[in-house]
């Protein structure tokens, strides 16, 4: 099975520590809105409202937030309509970026997203420019660690996963990543869900091609441009083709 990149890992780092310090609700509150809104408020119908919930739950998110949000959705009680878009650049020494974002506000989002690509020495760019580099597959994150405190065998998890369809599980330092064809995400997830295999996330995911390595200065000013990315309310993911070097990480 595939290995995994860095900027992988420290995403997945980052939103279990989101999670834990309640920064995540906001974007959890969108999504969730938003799955409601485009595919009706019952989960069992509608999988990506499904995953959004299962999402929150992993985010320890009070069910009346959830339940709220979804009314939202449907309409039962006022909110905002939230629109989806997804912006493409460059961040320095020329890797690709991807951000999905969820606003109320377009004007608000593109001008924000254009201002932190360009405070961290990248650039904005046109629609396609970068997208072509990722490919759109399905992810489901499962901890190394079930909620007993006991290891995840590995071996299990690959089989279980391959036997319903999965193209992949890539092993990371906490977790793994199972990827599927996104046809195929929501009963590779059902699967290992039933199987007692703890999952942390899933949904569709942008995978790069391949990876482009950076160090130094660099390194260190496209990691600033994710994570501040990644911070930004209307954003809800961050796709990037950059690998970084262990002392890069270990300076920062």
């Not at 408020?41 to 299962?54: E, S, T």
Request: with cysteine; hydrophobic share 35%; aromatic share 6%.
């Amino acid at each position: 099975m595939s290995g995994h990149n860095k900027w992988s890992t420290i995403k997945h780092k980052k939103g279990r520590e989101d999670a834990r310090r309640g920064k995540v609700f906001t974007k959890l509150i969108r999504e969730i809105t938003t799955a409601a809104r485009c595919g009706g408020g019952d989960p069992d119908g509608n999988p990506r409202l499904r995953a959004a919930i299962q999402a929150a739950k992993t985010a320890n998110m009070p069910a009346d937030n959830v339940n709220r949000a979804i009314k939202k959705g449907t309409g039962e009680l006022e909110g905002a309509s939230y629109e989806e878009s997804t912006y493409e650049g460059y961040g320095p020494g020329g890797i690709a970026v991807l951000v999905d974002t969820l606003t109320d506000n377009r004007n608000r989002t593109v001008a924000e997203v254009r201002h932190l690509f360009a405070k961290h020495g990248g650039n904005l760019g046109e629609t396609g420019c970068v997208s072509w580099m990722f490919d759109f597959v399905g992810q489901v994150v499962v901890s190394k660690t079930s909620p007993d405190g006991a290891p995840v065998d590995e071996d299990e998890l690959i089989m279980a996963a391959l036997d319903v369809g999965a193209t992949d599980v890539k092993a990371e330092p906490e977790s793994f990543v199972v990827l599927s064809e996104p046809g195929t995400l929501e009963t590779v997830r059902a699967a290992l869900d039933e199987g007692g295999f703890p999952i942390e996330e899933s949904a569709p995911a942008r995978l790069p091609q391949t990876l482009l390595k950076i160090e130094g200065k660099q390194a260190e000013q496209a990691l600033r441009l994710l994570e501040a990315l990644e911070d930004s309310d209307d954003v809800q993911k961050v796709w990037a083709n950059c690998d970084f070097d262990e002392s890069t990480l270990e300076g920062m």
